[in-house]
């Protein structure tokens, strides 16, 4: 079973700008999170997906927006990029919302996102 | 607010020796507690995972041991190699009914060296 995709693996970006990044789940997950990494701040949850609609948010500002597809692929949104949007963004699938064995979440490798 | 804390940030131990890690954690509606493993330019992957109902849980050469009312876990490697150098997470979960089922609060990270 293929895991968990992301694209693009690496983007440059001026301040000011917006940008999509794309995450598509295991088949079958229908629960997306999308983690910020960043070396001082470590991996901070801005948002869950679940049947297309947000079910959760972090404490991160309004630019930061996402979606979910029918199909379960989600999207997250960066606008007025600031430099310190720099970071890596790890997309996260799981089955269902619940917790337990069975039900983990399984991370994609990343959109590594460089604002200059 | 720093939810789940992890100590130590670095560890170096040599190789077949024993790695510890240690993680705290604040809110009693986290009802899931898995580790995370990292490698540079990957995203996490999900190493080993317990209940709070299990006080230790042992695959492989990972055990975790929980204990509820210290609201305390911690990883150990046993005969920690090379290849387990990398960047561990604990993490915990936010379980059903709690506002938040679902979100997954990360711990800052230990990075591992072993040396061979």
């Known amino acids: 079973k293929a895991g968990v995709t992301q694209t693009p693996r690496y983007l440059i970006k001026t301040r000011g700008q917006q940008v999509t990044l794309s995450c598509s789940p295991i088949?079958?997950?229908?629960?997306v999170s999308w983690y910020q990494q960043t070396p001082g701040q470590g991996l901070q949850f801005l948002f869950e997906?679940?049947?297309?609609?947000?079910?959760n948010k972090g404490n991160f500002p309004g630019r930061f927006s996402g979606r979910q597809f029918s199909n379960s692929r989600s999207e997250m949104n960066v606008s007025t990029l600031e430099l310190g949007d720099s970071a890596l963004y790890l997309c996260?699938?799981?089955?269902?919302?619940?917790?337990?064995?069975?039900?983990?979440?399984?991370f994609g490798p990343g959109t590594r996102l460089t604002v200059l | 607010q720093q939810q789940v804390k992890q100590s130590p940030q670095s560890l170096i131990v040599q190789k077949g020796g024993i790695s510890i890690i240690n993680c705290a954690y604040e809110?009693?509606?986290?009802?899931?507690f898995p580790w995370y493993q990292q490698f540079p330019g990957k995203g996490p992957a999900l190493l080993i995972a317990?209940?709070?109902?299990?006080s230790e849980k042992k695959e492989g050469r990972f055990t975790i041991s929980f204990n509820k009312s210290a609201k305390q876990f911690s990883l150990h490697i046993m005969d920690s190699q090379p290849g387990d150098s990398a960047t561990y997470f604990c993490a915990a979960r936010f379980g059903r009914g709690s506002g938040n089922t679902g979100k997954l609060i990360f711990g800052q990270g230990t990075t591992l060296q072993v040396k061979p």
């Open positions: 996260a699938s799981s089955l269902s919302r619940a917790s337990g064995r069975g039900n983990e979440q399984f």
């Open positions: 809110n009693t509606a986290f009802d899931y």
């Open positions: 088949s079958g997950h229908r629960s």
């Open positions: 997906y679940f049947s297309e609609t947000q079910r």
């Open positions: 317990i209940r709070p109902d299990v």
